[in-house]
């Protein structure tokens, strides 16, 4: 099945994601049992600070993803104020 992953960072805290982003992107990227399909952060509306990560993924189960989110650097490092997850009923990409 294919999820969005939407995530908010807490408040003034652009340094606790610059400091994790490297550690974060090799996780989301070598995970076994969730596979990014897309992925990026979204912005303020000065395109110039990131507030948060938008993913879509394909995994077997929810709970494969809340395991999987649960162990993010980002998550462990403190910066994820709210993760929220909804299953996808299509996909207009190429994957």
């Not at 099945?1 to 408040?11: A, E, H, L, R």
């Not at 879509?56 to 395991?67: G, L, P, R, S």
Request: charged share 25%; aromatic share 8%; glycine share 10%.
């Amino acid at each position: 099945m294919k999820f969005m992953i939407y995530t908010q960072d807490k408040d003034d805290s652009v340094s606790i994601r610059k400091a994790n982003r490297d550690e974060h992107i090799s996780y989301v990227k070598g995970h076994e049992k969730v596979k990014i399909i897309g992925a990026g952060p979204w912005m303020n509306d000065a395109n110039d600070t990131m507030l948060g990560s938008l993913l879509v993924v394909e995994a077997n189960c929810i709970n494969c993803i809340n395991d999987w989110i649960k162990n993010d650097p980002y998550v462990k490092a403190g910066l994820t104020a709210r993760a929220t997850i909804h299953p996808l009923g299509g996909w207009l990409g190429g994957a």
